[in-house]
């Protein structure tokens, strides 16, 4: 059983792409995909992505900071990396180095299919926004939470041992999706606000939902909530986001008065 437990640890440590902000839910029509673009210069998404990672990482530091004051220095000091890895594919994921700093990882795969740096600025800030949420932890958490309420059914029943290993594979696995898609929205809504801190724009990056490219073969989209209702609750974040600017303020997700977090 320690074993177990051992790999459920390892099999939560990263965070793909019960919530601290719940998001909200706005009825929206369909979303037609949009054709992946042909980037005629790969450098120039290189170059796109390296700005990006640059606005991007100071904007979710402040975040993090202004969220998780009394935490370590180490907790907000991210590494953005750009990962050149055909077997990923178009993806992008967040997860901690040993020092407890995050990273934020996207691959060259993914840059190649984002049309402008809107589009890549917004999939940094999503990732920037899982580790803000503690979605790793959380994940973690429900994962150990599950495997330990089947495993133990399982044992009040006098099952075999094999039989109690499969129900707290599939309670780690029930625990572990149990609050995934709220986390991809959570991290939608934190990912706007960062994004526009760093001066790019949400709505249009989040556009990024609909390259059918990203929503198949275990890609970024593959498990993730329609494109629809992440590109609506976006939008949502962004009406908030201007009425924060316009009364003059710093925009952050604690001063919301939409039912953007509840």
């Known amino acids: 059983m320690p074993k177990i437990l051992a790999a459920l640890l390892i099999a939560v440590t990263l965070a793909g792409c019960g919530t601290t902000y719940e998001v909200a839910r706005?009825?929206?029509?369909?979303?037609?995909?949009?054709?992946?673009?042909?980037?005629?210069?790969?450098?120039?998404?290189?170059?796109?992505?390296?700005?990006?990672a640059g606005r991007i990482?100071?904007?979710?530091?402040?975040?993090?900071?202004?969220?998780?004051?009394?935490?370590?220095?180490?907790?907000?000091?991210?590494?953005?990396?750009?990962?050149?890895?055909?077997r990923i594919g178009p993806n992008a994921f967040q997860t901690l180095?040993?020092?407890?700093?995050?990273?934020?990882?996207?691959?060259?795969?993914?840059?190649?299919?984002?049309?402008?740096?809107?589009?890549?600025?917004?999939?940094?800030g999503h990732e920037a926004g899982h580790h803000i949420a503690d979605h790793i932890a959380k994940s973690r958490t429900q994962a150990i939470t599950g495997a330990l309420v089947l495993g133990t059914i399982a044992s009040l029943g006098n099952a075999s041992d094999d039989v109690v290993s499969d129900m707290?594979?599939?309670?780690?696995?029930?625990?572990?999706?149990?609050?995934?898609?709220?986390y991809e929205l959570e991290a939608d809504v934190l990912g706007?606000?960062?994004?526009?801190?760093?001066?790019?724009?949400?709505?249009?990056?989040?556009?990024v939902f609909a390259r059918p490219a990203l929503a198949g073969g275990g890609g970024l989209l593959s498990t993730h909530p329609a494109s629809a209702q992440r590109q609506a609750t976006v939008a949502a974040t962004a009406a908030e986001i201007r009425r924060q600017s316009a009364a003059g303020l710093v925009p952050t997700p604690a001063r919301a008065e939409a039912r953007l977090l509840f």
């Open 26 to 52: 706005p009825s929206s029509g369909p979303v037609a995909p949009v054709a992946a673009p042909s980037r005629a210069d790969a450098a120039l998404g290189v170059a796109e992505y390296r700005r990006a």
């Open 57 to 86: 990482e100071a904007a979710a530091r402040a975040m993090c900071r202004e969220m998780h004051p009394a935490r370590p220095p180490q907790h907000c000091d991210f590494d953005f990396r750009l990962v050149d890895d055909p």
């Open 97 to 124: 180095r040993r020092d407890g700093r995050p990273v934020v990882a996207m691959t060259v795969q993914l840059v190649a299919v984002t049309d402008n740096a809107d589009e890549i600025a917004f999939v940094l």
């Open 168 to 182: 707290m594979d599939l309670g780690a696995s029930l625990g572990g999706r149990a609050y995934s898609q709220n």
């Open 192 to 207: 706007a606000f960062i994004a526009a801190r760093a001066g790019y724009d949400p709505e249009r990056g989040a556009r």
